[in-house]
C-alpha cells in the first residue's frame, strides 16, 4: 500500500479537493492499494443522498463559519474540524464488504497497538468504552472501493453536537435520516498529539512507500474538484421535503400553511383553514414567496409591502412569520450587561436645556444605553433633520414615516443648545431626509455653520447619511471642515439588506472613501449580535481600512422594542477586547469597543 503525497501538505484545504484526490487516485492509478491521513477546517460532511435541513443546523453552521459539503459515499452525516482526523483508503478490491472488514481490524489492531481498548462495531464504526470515535462509509468505482474513515481525535464537540442538531420540524421527505449516536475523543486515550498519531498510522498502513501526485495530477483533481464543491453537487442532491405548519390567532382563525422546499427555498406553498378570506390569496399572497428562501428574514422582506389583513381578515405580517417560523428566538441578557439608568440632577438639567431648545437627540430616539452618564457630563448628540425619519431600518428606534418640514430655526436651536451645555466637542447626527432633493445636506450645512458662529471654540464632529451616494453633496458638507466625519456601516456585508432598509454596504464604503479623499478624519462603527461570524468581521474591519478610515467603533445590538430584531448574541467584554486588539493590529489608529459602546460614545477622547 502507497501513502499518496500531496504537494503542500501542511495546507489546510476545503473537504472537496480531498474527495477529488480520492477519486482522481482510484480512476487513474490502479497497481496498488492507497492511503491519505488529512484534516479540514469546520465542516459539516453530508452523505450522498441525506436532507440538509434534516441533518443540519444551518444557522448555528452560517454563524460559526462551518463549511457544508457532501460525498460521493452514503452513511450519515458527520462533523470534521482540525482535530477531526480523516483517513482515504483506495482498495483493489472491488468486494466493499471485504475491504471494509479487512480495513476496520487493521485500524482497530493499530489502537490496540497503543494499548487503547478499541473494538470493532458492525463493519463500520470503532468504539472505545461503548461510545464510537471513527465511523466510516463508502463508494465503489469500477474495479475499486473507495472509503473513508473519520476518526475524532481532539474535535469541538460542542459544534459536532450543535452543528448537527436542526431545528425540530415536521419533516416530509424521502432524504435518508442519521443514526444519532454518543461520540468521544481519542485524544484521552493516547499521549501522543495529532501529528504524531498521523504519522504512527502512516508507518503502519504504508511503511515508506509512496505516491507522489505531479502536476499533472493536481490539474485533473482540479476539475473533479470544481465539481464536488458545486452547489449542484452539494445542494442538488437535496431531495424535496415538505413543512407543515399550523396556529391559531385570536381575531384571524386557524392557520395551516403547508411548504414544498428544497435547499430552503420555496417552491409551492398553500395555506388551509377556518380563515376569512377577502382578496385573492393565491395571486396576490402565495404566488409571491415561490422561490423565496425559507427564512424569516427573507419572507418578511418578500412581504413587507403588502396589506396580508385585506386579504385574510385581521392577518398581520408578524402573525405569518410566527406561524412559519415560530416566536422570535430570544436571547437571555447576560447580567454583567445592565445598564444604570438612575437619574442625577446633571442628567436633568441636560433635559432641560435640550427641551427648552427644542431639540431632537437620538440619546432618546436611539435608545441609547448611555444616555444617564453621557447627560451626567453634560454631553450629547444633536439630531437634526427633525425627528421623523424616511428610512425604516429594523435596528433602530427613530420614528419612521413622512418628515414634517424642515424647521429654519433648527440650525440656531443646535448652536444655541450647545453653548448652553457649554460643550467643547458637540456631535451632530441627522434623520435620513430621501424625501428632499438634496436629501439635507443644505440643512446640515447651515447648521454647522450656525454652531461655529456662536460657539467657534467647539471642535465638531459629524455622524452624516449617506445622502444616496452624492459624492458632490458630501463634498459640500465637507467643506465646512468639521473635525471628523463619521458615517456607520452598521452590519456586516451579508446581513445588510435585512438590517437597513435603503443603505448598500457598498455605497457606505463610498462614503467613507470621499470623506478621506475630502481630507476629514472618516469614522465609522458597526453592532455586533446580530448573527454575523468572527469571519464577517474581519472582512468588514478590511473593507473599511480599504477606504482610508482609521477610527472605528463597536457595540453591542439591544433590540429596542419587539417589533425589531431579535439579538442573536451577546458579545462579552473579553471577546469586544479582543476585537479591539485584533482592529489596531490591523491598522486602525483609535478603536472604542465593548458592549455599550456606540458611535459617539466618548468620542472627544480620540
Known sequence: MKYILLPEPDVIRRLPFYFAVEEYVARHYTDDDYFMGWRVNPTVMLGRNQLIDNEVNTDYCRQNAIDIFRRKSGGGCIYADRGCIQFSYISRTSNAG??????????????????????????????????????????????????????????????????????????????VESVKQRVMNLAAYTHLGISAFMDYVRREMCGAEVLQLTDEDMKGVAELEKELASDSFVYGKNPKYTVVRKHRFEGVGTLEAHLELKNNIIGNINMVGDYFLLGDIDHDFLALLKGCAFTREAVGETLQDVDLSAIVRGLQLRQFLRLLFGREPHVRKPEWLKIDLTSKKSTGETAGILAKHHMNTICTSGLCPNRSECWMARTATLMIGGEICTRKCRFCNTLSGRPHHLDPNEPRHVAESIKALGLRYAVITSVDRDDLPDYGAAHWIKTIEEVRRLNPDTKIELLIPDFMGQADLIRQV???????????????????????????????LDVLREIVRCGVTAKTGFMLGLGETCEEILETMDDILSTGCRRLTLGQYLQPTARHLPVRAYITPEQFAEYKRIALAKGFRHVVSGPLVRSSYHAAEG
Open 98 to 175: 471485504e475491504a471494509f472488514a479487512r480495513y476496520m481490524r487493521r485500524m482497530a489492531g493499530m489502537l490496540q497497538g497503543l494499548k487503547i481498548d478499541a473494538r470493532l462495531s458492525g463493519r463500520n464504526d470503532i468504539l472505545i468504552d461503548d461510545t464510537k470515535v471513527s465511523g466510516c462509509a463508502f463508494y465503489q468505482l469500477p474495479n475499486r472501493s473507495v472509503l473513508h474513515n473519520s476518526l475524532l481525535f481532539d474535535t469541538r464537540l460542542d459544534h459536532l453536537s450543535n452543528a448537527l442538531t436542526p431545528a425540530k420540524e415536521k419533516l416530509q421527505s424521502k432524504g
Open 478 to 508: 465637507m467643506e465646512t471642515r468639521p473635525h471628523v466625519a463619521g458615517h456607520n456601516m452598521e452590519t456586516v456585508r451579508r446581513l445588510t439588506p435585512s438590517v437597513r432598509s435603503v443603505a448598500r454596504y457598498d455605497r457606505s
